[in-house]
């Protein structure tokens, strides 16, 4: 079983912000777990790179369980044909509750400001994407998460909205399955809440292939990404545990990662918060790799080809035209924010150190593809 499952963490470079989670939090964590039934041959630890991960603390063979994470423990956010709101909803549901059963659970989430993925991301950025389809994909998630805000029980809060506006939230109000009153009571609830609940759930949850659930499961979430790990987690049909299979024989000691996918940069960064680990030869980002369609939701499950172009001299032509003009736009294409020192701000550096990347696997590329035609590279 290779991916079933989507899940992420929000790191940059591999710099997993659960680092920033207090260790008795984790602690409390680990023991609310065992205390349900669940069992855990990892720990938490640093590694070489000064990375939060997790470790294993006993030999465990290929096939065999590196944790069992019971079903008390996992928060069931929903189904996959449901609306975004569910899982958004079902999250503020156990944040807002001081008495929520998932308590040691919640405790372990980033924090509202160690945590940014297109649900939260502020409107500021949305220029710096320098791309139609990502900047609309922002758009659309400050769009939504509003017009759920402003229906209070079938009821808008606003009074100078346009007609239209009115209907198009009258309409996602209608295809939502519960309201925030439903799921929350009269507690107070901000459109920050709300972009908060819908990054954590989005970041988090993981999706088996038949029960076709939403669910949110403890301490495997962890692990820090790696796109050819081969470790997994059992299927969790109907059963009282979600194991984390070992997909090779491990070694007391060795960090334990887990594959969240054949993730592109691009869309790392837009649904997960973090930029994956440099590859040799680079990758074209989604966005720029020549089977993308904005018209068709990517899929886990059927990815972008990891082959290079290839095809008759007049298609590998027209895809060279195709990477310069995607390549030369992007280098004309000004930034939407004045330059930032380093390390200032977190989500101006990944989305600069995002362009980068996609320049230099669009030259990559384009390099290749020119040297095969036995034409000028012309940059």
């Given at each position: 079983?290779?991916?079933?499952?989507?899940?992420?963490?929000?790191?940059?470079?591999?710099?997993?912000?659960?680092?920033?989670?207090?260790?008795?939090?984790?602690?409390?964590?680990?023991?609310?777990?065992?205390?349900?039934?669940?069992?855990?041959?990892?720990?938490?630890?640093?590694?070489p790179s000064g990375v939060r991960g997790i470790f294993a603390t006993k030999k465990v063979v290929e096939t065999g369980y590196l944790a069992s994470?019971?079903?008390?423990?996992?928060?069931?956010?929903?189904?996959?044909?449901?609306?975004?709101?569910?899982?958004?909803?079902?999250?503020?549901?156990?944040?807002?509750?001081?008495?929520?059963?998932?308590?040691?659970?919640?405790?372990?989430?980033?924090?509202?400001?160690?945590?940014?993925?297109?649900?939260?991301?502020?409107?500021?950025?949305?220029?710096?994407?320098?791309?139609?389809?990502?900047?609309?994909?922002?758009?659309?998630?400050?769009?939504?998460?509003?017009?759920?805000?402003?229906?209070?029980?079938?009821?808008?809060?606003?009074?100078?909205?346009?007609?239209?506006?009115?209907?198009?939230?009258?309409?996602?109000?209608?295809?939502?399955?519960?309201?925030?009153?439903?799921?929350?009571?009269?507690?107070?609830?901000?459109?920050?809440?709300?972009?908060?609940?819908?990054?954590?759930?989005?970041?988090?949850?993981?999706?088996?292939?038949?029960?076709?659930?939403?669910?949110?499961?403890?301490?495997?979430?962890?692990?820090?990404?790696?796109?050819?790990?081969?470790?997994?987690?059992?299927?969790?049909?109907?059963?009282?545990?979600?194991?984390?299979?070992?997909?090779?024989?491990?070694?007391?000691?060795?960090?334990?990662?887990?594959?969240?996918?054949?993730?592109?940069?691009?869309?790392?960064?837009?649904?997960?918060?973090?930029?994956?680990?440099?590859?040799?030869?680079?990758?074209?980002?989604?966005?720029?790799?020549?089977?993308?369609?904005?018209?068709?939701?990517?899929?886990?499950?059927?990815?972008?080809?990891?082959?290079?172009?290839?095809?008759?001299?007049?298609?590998?032509?027209?895809?060279?035209?195709?990477?310069?003009?995607?390549?030369?736009?992007?280098?004309?294409?000004?930034?939407?924010?004045?330059?930032?020192?380093?390390?200032?701000?977190?989500?101006?550096?990944?989305?600069?150190?995002?362009e980068a990347r996609r320049l230099n696997a669009l030259s990559y590329e384009i390099t290749r593809l020119s040297n095969v035609l036995e034409v000028?590279?012309?940059?």
């Amino acid at each position: 079983m290779r991916r079933l499952l989507v899940l992420a963490l929000f790191f940059l470079g591999g710099s997993n912000h659960a680092s920033a989670q207090p260790l008795d939090a984790i602690d409390n964590l680990f023991q609310w777990v065992r205390d349900l039934g669940g069992e855990i041959n990892m720990e938490v630890r640093t590694n070489p790179s000064g990375v939060r991960g997790i470790f294993a603390t006993k030999k465990v063979v290929e096939t065999g369980y590196l944790a069992s994470i019971p079903a008390s423990a996992i928060l069931n956010t929903g189904s996959l044909n449901d609306s975004f709101a569910v899982p958004t909803l079902t999250v503020l549901r156990e944040l807002k509750d001081p008495h929520s059963r998932f308590k040691p659970y919640v405790d372990m989430w980033p924090k509202p400001d160690g945590l940014l993925n297109s649900c939260n991301l502020p409107e500021k950025y949305i220029g710096m994407w320098k791309s139609a389809h990502w900047e609309k994909n922002q758009k659309d998630w400050l769009y939504y998460l509003t017009a759920l805000h402003e229906v209070r029980a079938g009821m808008l809060c606003t009074s100078d909205s346009s007609i239209l506006s009115i209907l198009s939230i009258l309409l996602i109000a209608a295809h939502t399955q519960y309201t925030i009153e439903e799921m929350v009571g009269n507690a107070t609830v901000t459109l920050d809440d709300l972009k908060y609940c819908c990054a954590i759930s989005s970041t988090r949850y993981v999706s088996t292939a038949r029960r076709r659930r939403l669910l949110m499961a403890p301490i495997f979430d962890l692990a820090n990404h790696e796109r050819e790990c081969l470790h997994t987690i059992s299927s969790y049909e109907t059963a009282d545990f979600l194991h984390v299979v070992a997909g090779e024989d491990v070694e007391e000691g060795q960090e334990i990662c887990y594959s969240y996918g054949s993730l592109r940069d691009d869309y790392a960064v837009a649904h997960y918060g973090f930029l994956p680990a440099l590859e040799d030869p680079p990758r074209l980002a989604l966005v720029d790799h020549w089977q993308f369609d904005p018209e068709s939701p990517y899929s886990h499950d059927d990815p972008p080809s990891e082959e290079p172009f290839e095809g008759t001299p007049e298609e590998m032509a027209a895809e060279l035209a195709r990477l310069r003009d995607i390549y030369t736009k992007l280098v004309k294409t000004p930034d939407t924010l004045p330059p930032t020192p380093k390390g200032q701000d977190y989500m101006y550096d990944l989305l600069k150190a995002l362009e980068a990347r996609r320049l230099n696997a669009l030259s990559y590329e384009i390099t290749r593809l020119s040297n095969v035609l036995e034409v000028k590279r012309d940059l």
